[in-house]
């Protein structure tokens, strides 16, 4: 278990001119009321400034109050990218968004969540290990790419040691096991670090974000308009962007035109107000695919917007059509007062409906609203993991039974070889978005895949009949969304007990819970575990990113 550094933390007086330190230092308890928390091995520092440990049994435990205002230090990153900094004594945790390993800063204690809180960081001090510039002008204030300013070694590493310490201490597997080292495997790193982003997703709005240097300018009317990325922490602010370094250079073009025409007042174009519910464009959702037979790059443009008035978009649509990447342009109509991207309806303004992209030898034709890896380079990497994890026998002998399959992607690519021949006897797919299944179908249909079979469900929500519309597969592949698999389908996984489970997540947390549960069993529940855990692979897909993704393999015992 981890000990804390006596100078992760100083209390700053206000009163004094100088700092008085907190000295003791202790083990750290790690708290399971909130996963998402990691800490590092060790806390070894041979900083100047270091004061001795001391065992004074007087010493109370510090526990940080709202607003206090503090001197830290970053020792790791937690999961979605928050820095991680220890009270001595206490062992307490604090979270602070921007903050980056061996960064010290003055931060104002913002929110207490019980085994934790919160900070806002006031001032850097000094500034992190493995500092590099951010190509990005946004960088300081856009919340897409924290740790921009952070090596990409170093993110690997700081990626590879949460999912170590979420497997440790959510998914309670030893490090001290002999076996731990060959079953956690390194991270697999992005060769492409930028323009990596098949998909963006801007919004218009009324409000457009200012950095604090510049909140004294009034804006009024058009001068408020922005069209860009939501600023963190605000619903109703936009951070405004011309240009985004994770998406491509084409991608940028149309942004770029877009930006400069659309505040033309002569076409009366209106950003969306999300306070009084009035306004026209809604979104701007960019999408980049590939021609299969020239290989270069195809665009499709999808706007979102509160009505159906295509004269509106038309000197816009005259404007994008003129880029030649650009083969698509959509509206999807959106009359509702949320977020969402997703409209009620569809319209094609320009050229065809679809774009394509092939994947592990495949051909997928993606829609305005499907779902498709985003970063199709490393996409091809991490299919090719969940291939070797399956470990087909390639003689068309085995069953797979894909859950939450979306577009059918993975389950496609088990089903066939490159050759086209049957690698799989049957793939059944299951997905609860009805849009994501028929899309499945129509991707098997143009690939000349017959063995394939992709179902509508709730995988929150199966009953005792599920497994009755599929024999007892050899393979289970699952790959649930962020917040993991429901208790239903663990027990029904615990109770299926297929010779094999290749697990593929997002979110590295609810992963170590759901194979700690397929493993270890639930003791609350009476439930036991029958599957032993042979790997898991961390892959970094989105650079400069706090996302990580993971393979697991696990046998039954």
């Known amino acids: 278990m981890a000990t804390i550094p006596s100078h992760a933390l100083r ?280 021609d299969m037979k020239t290989d270069l790059p195809e665009l499709m443009v999808n706007f979102v917007t509160s009505s159906y008035k295509p004269e509106m978009l038309k000197p816009l649509v005259e404007k994008i059509s003129a880029i030649p990447e650009v083969v698509s342009i959509m509206n999807n109509v959106n009359t509702s007062v949320g977020n969402t991207s997703v409209g009620e309806e569809e319209y094609t303004l320009y050229g065809k409906s679809t774009i394509t992209e092939s994947l592990r030898g495949l051909t997928f034709q993606i829609s305005a609203n499907s779902f498709f890896q985003t970063n199709t380079h490393q996409a091809e990497v991490l299919y090719k993991l969940i291939e070797d994890c399956a470990g087909l026998r390639g003689d068309a002998s085995e069953i797979v039974l894909d859950l939450f399959c979306g577009t059918g992607t993975i389950g496609l690519t088990l089903a066939k070889k490159y050759s086209l021949l049957d690698l799989a006897k049957h793939v059944y797919g299951y997905e609860n978005v009805a849009q994501a299944v028929a899309d499945a179908h129509r991707n098997a249909k143009m690939n000349g895949i017959s063995n394939t079979t992709f179902l509508q469900g709730d995988l929150n929500k199966i009953d005792e009949n599920f497994g009755k519309h599929f024999p007892k597969p050899d393979i289970v592949i699952s790959d649930p969304n962020r917040p993991g698999m429901h208790m239903k389908l663990i027990k029904f996984l615990l109770k299926l007990k297929a010779p094999k489970i290749v697990y593929v997540s997002c979110n590295p947390a609810t992963c170590a819970r759901d194979i700690d549960y397929l493993c270890h069993g639930v003791m609350e529940q009476n439930i036991k575990g029958c599957y032993k855990l042979k790997s898991i692979q961390p892959v970094d897909m989105f650079p400069h990113t706090p996302h990580i993704e993971c393979v697991c393999l696990l046998e039954l015992c």
């Open 11 to 290: 209390h700053l007086t206000l009163t004094r001119p100088w700092l008085r330190k907190i000295s003791c230092t202790t083990s750290l308890a790690f708290s399971s009321q909130d996963p998402l928390l990691t800490y590092p091995d060790n806390s070894n520092n041979n900083d100047t400034d270091h004061t001795k440990k001391t065992t004074n049994s007087k010493s109370q435990a510090f526990f940080p109050k709202k607003n206090q205002v503090l001197e830290l230090e970053c020792e790791s990153l937690a999961f979605k990218g928050k820095g991680v900094c220890k009270v001595a004594d206490s062992g307490f945790v604090l979270l602070c968004d921007n903050a980056l390993p061996g960064e010290r800063f003055i931060g104002r204690v913002s929110r207490k969540k019980g085994s934790y809180a919160e900070v806002t960081k006031l001032k850097t001090l000094s500034p992190h290990r493995d500092l590099v510039d951010a190509p990005c002008a946004y960088a300081s204030y856009c919340g897409g790419c924290k740790t921009q300013n952070l090596s990409y070694e170093a993110q690997l590493r700081a990626k590879e040691q949460q999912v170590r310490e979420l497997v440790i201490h959510v998914g309670k597997f030893s490090d001290k096991n002999p076996d731990f080292e060959c079953i956690m495997k390194p991270i697999v790193p992005c060769d492409v670090q930028f323009h990596y982003r098949n998909k963006m997703e801007f919004s218009f709005g009324t409000q457009k974000w200012l950095p604090k240097e510049l909140l004294h300018e009034k804006l009024d009317g058009i001068d408020n308009y922005a069209l860009g990325l939501h600023a963190p922490g605000y619903f109703d602010k936009i951070l405004n962007v011309d240009k985004c370094l994770l998406q491509s250079e084409p991608a940028n073009k149309i942004l770029a035109t877009v930006q400069d025409n659309w505040k033309d007042p002569e076409l009366g174009l209106s950003p969306y107000n999300v306070h009084s519910h009035t306004g026209f464009l809604k979104h701007l959702v960019l999408r980049t695919g590939r």
